[in-house]
C-alpha cells in the first residue's frame, strides 16, 4: 500500500460547490503540506501543519481551509470553488523539517 | 524576482549523454537543497539532496552546490529514455517553506 494516498484522484466540480480533498499517511510523519501545482509555476504551498494542534498558511491559502484529524489525515477544503484552482493538488509529509514525500495528487477541474 | 530559477526547456539529449540541470535561488541563507523527478502526471519524487557545498554523487546523479554563487545543478550520466521527466529544483529557505522552481523538462532522445 502506498504510504501517502489521496481522495478523490481526479474531481469535476462547478463554481461555487464545496470540495474536500483529503491525505493519509502511513508513514508516521509529524509534518504534512498542501500543495498546488500549475503548469509553469511550479508547486506553491497553501497550508502546512507540524502537529494536530499547529496548523499554518502557506503562499496561497486565499479560498481554502484546512483540518488536521489525527497526526495521519490532513483535509484540504475550498470553501466556494471558483475556476482558477483549477490544478493539481498534493499533500506531502516529512519528519521535522528533512525531505518531503509527495502523494499521488488529486486532478481538480472547476467548471 | 522568483526565489527558485530554472532553466524551463526543454532540454534534448541523446541515449547515454551527459543531463546537465541548472538551478539558482534567491536567498542567500538557504541551507538544503533538494531534487525531484516528476513523471508525467505523477507526483515528485525525491532523488537527490545536497546541504554542502561540493558534489555529491548516488548511482548515475550528481548533485553540486555552491553557495557563494547561489546555485545548485544536477547531472545525470549516462542518459536513459527512463530520465525523461520533468526535473524540480527544490530550497529550504527555513524551518518550513520548501521553495520549488518550475522545473526543467529533459527528453532522452533514443
Known amino acids: 500500500d502506498a504510504d501517502v494516498t489521496q481522495t478523490p484522484r481526479n474531481r469535476i466540480t462547478k463554481t461555487g460547490k464545496r470540495i474536500m480533498l483529503e491525505c493519509s499517511q502511513t508513514k508516521g510523519h509529524d509534518r504534512m503540506y498542501w500543495y498546488r501545482q500549475d503548469p509553469g509555476l511550479g508547486l506553491q504551498l497553501i497550508y502546512y501543519?507540524?502537529?494536530?494542534?499547529?496548523?499554518n498558511k502557506g503562499e496561497i491559502s486565499d479560498g481554502y481551509s484546512v483540518s488536521r484529524q489525527a497526526q495521519a489525515k490532513f483535509s484540504l477544503s475550498l470553501e466556494s470553488a471558483i475556476p482558477n484552482q483549477t490544478a493539481l493538488y498534493f499533500c506531502a509529509t516529512s519528519i521535522g523539517f528533512y525531505e518531503q514525500y509527495f502523494g499521488p495528487g488529486t486532478r481538480l477541474t472547476v467548471t | 524576482q522568483k526565489e527558485v530559477e530554472q532553466n524551463s526547456g526543454p532540454l534534448s539529449v541523446p541515449e547515454g549523454a551527459i543531463a546537465s540541470l541548472n538551478c539558482t535561488y534567491s536567498?542567500?541563507?538557504?541551507?538544503?537543497f533538494f531534487w525531484y523527478r516528476q513523471y508525467s502526471g505523477k507526483s515528485p519524487e525525491l532523488i537527490m539532496f545536497?546541504?554542502?557545498?561540493g558534489d555529491k554523487e548516488d548511482g548515475r546523479f550528481t548533485a553540486q552546490l555552491n553557495k557563494a554563487s547561489q546555485y545548485v545543478s544536477l547531472l545525470i550520466r549516462d542518459s536513459q529514455p527512463s530520465d525523461s521527466a520533468t526535473y524540480l529544483c527544490?530550497?529550504?529557505?527555513?524551518?518550513?517553506?520548501?521553495?520549488f522552481g518550475a522545473g526543467t523538462t529533459v527528453t532522452v532522445r533514443a
Open positions: 545536497i546541504y554542502s557545498n
Open positions: 536567498d542567500r541563507g538557504s541551507q538544503s
Open positions: 501543519s507540524f502537529d494536530v494542534k499547529d496548523i
Open positions: 527544490a530550497v529550504k529557505e527555513n524551518d518550513y517553506k520548501l521553495s
